[in-house]
């Protein structure tokens, strides 16, 4: 019999997480090939999703639970929950129920194909303007900075196996993100195309601040590339300036006439000061993270267990 081993972002879900629980529970139930675990983290949630979390535990002991003293985010969350995984498969997915538990043997019966990691791939999106530009720009930066394959979809509803979590739990940086990571292990990935519920209450809790934070981690933290560009742009714009510069020069020297330009001096000195100050804020950043990696500020901190003890953490 395998174990199927539930990974859970939570946070100000305490309406929905009880009945995302319970589909689960209900769905492997009716398989008597699998037996599961469900290891939902909170990531220090403003209402009552830690005490909701702490009744089903103790309802059912398969099921366990972190408590985050500080909210550190999704991807934080789930590299606390992967160092309790017990399972031989892992699945993720999120706590307000828009990925139907009720599919996920559609997910790992492709799995069963031969693949490492299998993504939901949704027919029809049910989610905000900001999410929907954020994902599909989310999608076209993470194939061509962490060398996605262009054809996968990474959503919030995936599995895969649990013999990653070997290598992406050896990350210790604080700026955790597990799409990356998993792509540093393994490109070996499908989708399944699968409905989107409508999320039962509240909203989103990625804002178009959190969505540029979450894409800061992945892409300074995973690749080079950006800095890359940085210097490609520098050189097309010093080219730009030459050929303007050679130009302006020509120019005056057949029309004497010609007053010299204020404005294009000045558009000129705005578009590469401009150029200039992105960039040097880009390397701040790195240079930034690297600071906070190297002073081993945590992932996130655990303020409390449920149905947890350190025997069964990964070594």
């Known amino acids: ?21 319970q589909r689960i529970v209900r769905t492997v139930s009716l398989n008597e090939n699998y037996s599961y675990e469900i290891i939902c983290i909170n990531d220090a949630s403003k209402d009552n999703t830690f005490q909701v979390l702490k009744e089903c535990a103790t309802v059912d002991k398969n099921i366990k639970v972190l408590n985050f003293s500080k909210n550190y985010g999704q991807h934080a969350a789930l590299m606390a929950g992967f160092h309790y995984v017990s399972g031989d498969i892992v699945i993720c997915l999120d706590d307000d129920g828009q990925n139907p538990p009720e599919e996920m043997f559609k997910l790992i019966d492709k799995l069963e194909e031969g693949y490492d990691l299998v993504s939901a791939k949704y027919v029809k999106e049910n989610r905000g303007f900001i999410r929907e530009v954020g994902s599909k720009i989310s999608f076209a930066m993470a194939t061509y900075l962490i060398s996605k394959p262009k054809d996968i979809e990474l959503n919030s509803y995936y599995v895969f196996r649990s013999y990653i979590l070997e290598y992406i739990t050896k990350y210790q940086n604080p700026y955790p993100f597990v799409h990356g990571q998993i792509l540093q292990v393994t490109q070996n990935m499908a989708n399944v195309e699968l409905p989107r519920a409508k999320r039962q209450s509240g909203t989103s809790g990625y804002s178009l601040k959190k969505l540029i934070s979450l894409w800061m981690n992945g892409f300074t933290a995973f690749s080079e590339k950006p800095l890359l560009a940085a210097g490609y742009v520098g050189i097309i714009a010093a080219l730009i300036g030459f050929f303007i510069a050679f130009f302006t020069i020509i120019q005056k020297i057949i029309h004497p006439e010609i007053a010299a ?7 000129c000195i705005l578009f590469m000061g401009g150029i200039i100050l992105i960039f040097l804020g880009l390397i701040g950043e790195y240079i930034g993270r690297i600071y906070i990696s190297i002073n081993n500020v945590p992932q996130y ?11 069964s953490k990964n070594k």
């Open 261 to 267: 330009g204020y404005t294009s001096l000045m558009a």
């Open 301 to 311: 901190a655990i303020k409390e267990k449920v149905n947890i003890t350190e025997e």
């Open 1 to 21: 019999m395998k174990r199927l081993s539930f990974v859970i972002p939570c946070y100000c879900s305490e309406t929905m997480i009880g009945d995302v629980i």
